[in-house]
């Protein structure tokens, strides 16, 4: 009985040693990264880290916010003990948001550096990954006005209402699924027209990566992109110009997507898949340069046609493209799995991305212009001058 | 105690009396020579004795004795003059008191022990020749203090009323309150020096009757030289005497007193003090002010949401700062991170020194604070919040996010109404911050479970400390989870064993209840018309 007793407590007093002062670490003897990139050179990768730096509170002087050091290993690990080697701080990997790999990495495959970030606990899996045109470094490099830290500004960038929200546990997801390919954000450095101070350079959002399994293949940009956000799971917002003609003339008019559903369902008659997909949208006016009242049925009628057609075709452009390449962003394999498990099985799974150019596609698209702004026509419009 | 047999005829310095209720074994004599001798004894080098020796009309002999101060003097001089212009005859003790002494408070006592008691209280006592029993005659003299406001517990919305130190006027607050002869009080004295009054009150036919023997039987056992204030009764009766955890709420309000009484509890009263305790407590009865069963019952569910939050933050404010800053810099937003190492860059200390610094400090203004003259106090709040607060700050010592969180825990701990719980939580924190400084967020695991272990393993006079929660008693949250409004607490708590468990009858509140109010639609506020 004493035994046991003694075996009991034993047991329950273990667990204090997993943890104790000797893993204290104080806050400043971290160096928190933010961001951390990943470029190819030669046959290792040169990973970055971006670091905003402390400096006591109410210190004069106005120095650089952060601090960027990269370093060349085989593996992701490597590189960052080498880094490690130059710091008195003890970088921490647990604030880290933003991860930017560089185009020529992804075109080889993002798997092997994907390891890394799921191996360890204190990576977050909603932390997000951006695929940089040119050197991923450079985006780390670039020093945004708005945010403190270029890690930062990204990260607002892909949360913006319009981005199609994708974070590290997405992209696995959709790695690990046959008949699922992942989209990343897609983004460059450009310089603020017209030019301000030196070295100020801006991260802007492209389009989204499309990606073979784990390789880059291509980038959704504009219409695709656009057509991107109605093939996913959840809608988001985005803006759309469309031009309609009147008379003789084509007209811009300027209208946000501001609710959206659609639906997409395979269906396989006689042997053959198809997808259906249908849309409906809501849009709201922006901006009209067209002379025609929009309060009249008719010149509404001639809009939703716009607005119809228009979205029709960008999703027909990111169908087209996803095609041409044989990925599958709109995770269509996973739709067919769920609606037609037995024939997914037997007839598809195995050479999908045979498959995926040939899959005729229908889209309806029912769309409309609820919402036409304070005024239904142009304030200046000639006939006022009366 | 009653060990030694009367023995009339020895002087009390013979007798070796030390406590005055072994006077009780001597008899008063009939003769009032020894008598008087003995009195004597007793007022040797005590100034405020005093003995008057006097004659009745017929050359009975007689004196009175009673203690400066404690008397009413002029009172005293008007039974004197009654009694010296007595038309002879009545030597008789009894018949003096029929007869002549117009006092209305009046007692006999057979022995010294009854007699000293008495005119220690305040009487005075009136020997007479050849009379086995002595007067006490009840003309007590001024109070100490008048009734003011209680310092402690003020409200915006209630009785401005707080006890003295008086016991009998404190009685008298109480049964202002309740005025019903079921209010009981029973007497009681404690300490062989002080030979305090003590009162137990309850109400009968409410309280459950083992409740009074259990507090009874425990107050009696007390064997103590003197009774100095509330705090030394409560620690003899609790039932536990190691916990941090008060198990019996203090008061000096009498409709708090009164409010308990009504929920079937017991209060015990002590001379010489303004604090009334209250048995049995429950750990959410100290996180209840009285001030929530005045104010509209909306305020008062939200204050009490919000003690219960605050209550939280005192424990665990600073031990989860510590823990977070030091093993868990993950948890933390990363601008929230950047900023508290940015604001620690210049401190010296770990996390935990810096913390365990600035509690220390707190503790040491806040008593400094309590203990000074009001006027010094000021001057140590300015100095605290400059010194400790800024300087301490700008030099370095201290990480402002710290002096935030210590402050906001310490103003935390404060928002607890019961001052005895709120030590019990600001003294527990430091435990738990010792613990999260070693084991992180699992250390300050390991204390609350410990915490816990502890308080639902506590009772205050048979009674769960945790209840209504642990065991858990739902129709009694209604005061816990929020406070109900009057007309739902139709019972009294549940937990409490008690004769009567209706608080009200049943018409009004489900009217109430029914109609969302009483309805005055069936009043005509038309005005008459006027005749002309």
Redesign the interface.
């Known amino acids: 009985m004493y035994k046991r007793v003694s075996l009991i407590f034993f047991l329950l007093c273990s667990p204090?040693l997993?943890?104790?002062?000797w893993?204290?670490?104080?806050?400043?003897d971290?160096a928190?990264v933010?961001a951390s990139s990943f470029d190819k050179e030669g046959d290792e990768y040169r990973v970055g880290v971006q670091i905003?730096l402390?400096?006591?509170?109410g210190?004069k002087g106005q120095g650089p916010v952060f601090y960027i050091d990269s370093e060349k290993g085989k593996t992701v690990r490597e590189a960052v003990d080498r880094l490690q080697h130059r710091m008195s701080r003890q970088m921490?990997f647990?604030?880290r948001?933003i991860l930017v790999v560089s185009e020529e990495v992804a075109r080889e495959g993002i798997r092997p550096g994907l390891d890394e970030v799921a191996r360890l606990p204190?990576n977050r899996l909603t932390a997000n990954m951006i695929i940089s045109k040119g050197k991923a470094i450079d985006l780390l490099g670039s020093s945004p006005q708005f945010e403190s830290l270029s890690a930062e500004s990204m990260r607002e960038i892909v949360k913006l209402p319009f981005v199609l929200p994708v974070n590290l546990k997405d992209i696995a997801q959709a790695l690990n699924k046959e008949g699922a390919d992942p989209i990343v954000p897609y983004m460059e450095v450009t310089e603020p027209q017209p030019k301000g101070e030196e070295n100020k350079k801006e991260v802007q959002l492209v389009g989204y990566a499309q990606f073979k399994r784990d390789k880059l293949v291509g980038v959704f940009k504009d219409k695709a992109a656009d057509g991107s956000h109605w093939l996913r799971s959840h809608f988001v917002t985005y803006m759309t110009t469309l031009e309609v003609q009147e008379g003789n003339t084509k007209r811009p008019i300027t209208i946000r997507v501001m609710d959206g559903q659609s639906k997409i369902t395979p269906r396989i008659e006689n042997g053959i898949l198809s997808y259906h997909v249908k849309v409906e949208a809501i849009g709201a006016v922006q901006e009209s340069m067209l002379t025609e009242d929009l309060r009249f049925q008719r010149n509404q009628d001639v809009i939703n046609r716009a607005f119809e057609k228009d979205i029709k075709e960008s999703i027909e452009a990111f169908v087209k493209q996803a095609k041409e390449k044989q990925t599958d962003p709109a995770y269509l394999g996973v739709l067919l799995s769920r609606a037609y498990p037995k024939e997914w099985k037997e007839n598809y799974s195995k050479h999908w991305r045979d498959t995926l150019g040939e899959i005729p596609f229908h889209i309806e698209v029912k769309a409309s212009v609820e919402r036409l702004g304070q005024i239904t026509e142009n304030i200046t419009k000639e006939t006022n001058r009366d | 105690m009653n060990r030694r047999k009367p023995k009339s005829n020895n002087s009390i310095e013979e007798l070796n009396l030390r406590y005055v209720d072994e006077f009780k074994a001597v008899s008063v004599s009939p003769s009032l020579k020894e008598n008087l001798a003995r009195v004597k004894e007793l007022a040797k080098e005590n100034s405020d004795f005093v003995i008057r020796e006097f004659q009745l009309e017929d050359s009975v002999a007689a004196f009175m004795f009673y203690v400066d101060g404690l008397a009413s003097g002029s009172q005293v001089d008007f039974a004197l003059k009654e009694i010296m212009i007595l038309e002879g005859g009545l030597s008789q003790l009894s018949a003096i008191q029929e007869h002549v002494l117009a006092v209305s408070q009046m007692s006999n006592a057979d022995n010294y022990g009854d007699m000293l008691i008495g005119v220690l209280g305040g009487d005075t006592a009136l020997f007479v020749e050849g009379n086995t029993k002595v007067c006490l005659l009840g003309m007590r003299g001024p109070h100490t203090r008048g009734v003011s406001e209680p310092e402690l517990e003020t409200v915006v919305r209630g009785p401005r009323e707080g006890f003295i130190e008086n016991i009998r006027v404190n009685t008298s607050l109480l049964r202002r309150k309740l005025k019903t002869p079921y209010l009981k009080m029973k007497p009681m004295i404690v300490g062989k020096q002080s030979n305090t009054n003590v009162v137990i009150t309850y109400m009968e036919g409410i309280v459950d009757a083992n409740l009074v023997t259990e507090v009874v039987e425990r107050i009696e056992k007390i064997d103590i030289d003197a009774i100095l204030e509330t705090g030394y009764i409560e620690e003899f009766i609790q039932d536990h005497a190691y916990s941090p955890f008060p198990q019996v709420q203090y008061t000096e309000r009498p409709d708090t007193v009164a409010a308990a009484l009504l929920e079937g509890r017991v209060a015990i009263m002590v001379d010489g003090t303004p604090i009334a305790l209250i048995v049995p407590v429950t750990f959410w009865s100290l996180m209840q002010a009285n001030e929530d069963y005045f104010e509209r019952y909306q305020l008062a569910t939200l204050i009490r949401w919000m003690r219960y939050i605050f209550l939280i933050i005192a424990l665990f404010g600073s031990a989860a700062y510590i823990a977070v800053s030091t093993y868990h810099q993950s948890l933390l937003p990363t601008s929230l991170l950047l900023s508290i190492a940015s604001s620690r860059e210049m401190v010296p200390f770990p996390v935990v020194v810096e913390a365990l610094i600035l509690e220390i400090s707190f503790e040491a203004l806040r008593e400094a604070g309590v203990r000074l003259p009001k006027a010094i106090g000021q001057a140590v709040s300015i100095l605290g919040g400059l010194v400790v607060g800024t300087a301490a700050v700008e030099a370095g010592i201290v990480s402002a996010p710290m002096v935030i969180v210590v402050a906001g825990a310490g103003i935390a701990s404060f928002t607890i109404p019961r001052y005895n719980a709120s030590i019990a939580v600001r003294m527990l924190r430091f435990p738990l911050m010792i613990l999260a400084s070693i084991f992180g967020i699992y250390g300050i695991l390991i204390g609350l479970v410990l915490l816990f272990g502890h308080l639902v393993n506590l009772r205050s006079f048979g009674i769960p400390y945790l209840s209504p929660t642990n065991p858990l008693s739902i129709p009694d949250l209604k005061d816990v989870a929020w406070r109900a409004p009057w007309w739902m607490q139709k019972d009294r708590p549940s937990f409490m064993p008690l004769m009567d468990t209706r608080r009200m009858g049943d018409h009004l509140a489900d009217e109430i209840a029914e109609h969302g109010g009483q309805s005055g639609k069936d009043i005509d506020h038309k005005q008459p018309e006027k005749g002309d």
């Open positions: 204090m997993l943890t104790g002062c893993d204290r670490v104080e806050v400043n971290l928190v933010v905003p402390v400096r006591p509170l210190g921490i647990s604030h948001r204190d």
